[in-house]
């Protein structure tokens, strides 16, 4: 499977945006998939992951309660909701898969593509 983001943009403290990272691939509605990110100057963390049957979700401490990952299966596309966005939210957001549970080490993914970048100013 190969994974590709898309939404990025510039947006102002407060304000909202929504991701969808997009799969291609044999099977592709069937990966468990991740958002990470990764600011300047820091490694790529862990934001959210959703299982395949989106019955699944799980969340780092700084996107909990302000962001919502979601899956149209029969669009092979994994959203991110991103809400009441704050300066430290600025990075590359990327989407990765695996098989099984949830799991938040970036390791543990593939399908790596492009990122798209989230600028959120004041």
């Known amino acids: 499977v190969q994974l590709q983001a898309f939404g990025g943009g510039l947006v102002q403290t407060g304000g909202s945006l929504r991701l969808s990272c997009v799969a291609t691939g044999r099977a592709a509605g069937t990966y468990t998939v991740s958002w990470f990110r990764q600011a300047p100057g820091k490694e790529r963390e862990f934001v959210a992951a959703i299982n395949w049957a989106g019955d699944k979700t799980g969340y780092s401490d700084s996107a909990e309660g302000r962001f919502t990952i979601s899956r149209d299966n029969a669009k092979a596309t994994v959203f991110l909701q991103m809400s009441n966005l704050r300066s430290e939210d600025t990075a590359v957001y990327s989407c990765?898969?695996?098989?099984?549970?949830?799991?938040?080490?970036?390791?543990?993914?593939?399908?790596w593509g492009p990122g798209t970048l989230v600028t959120v100013s004041s």
């Open positions: 990765g898969a695996r098989l099984g549970q949830l799991d938040p080490t970036l390791n543990n993914h593939d399908g």
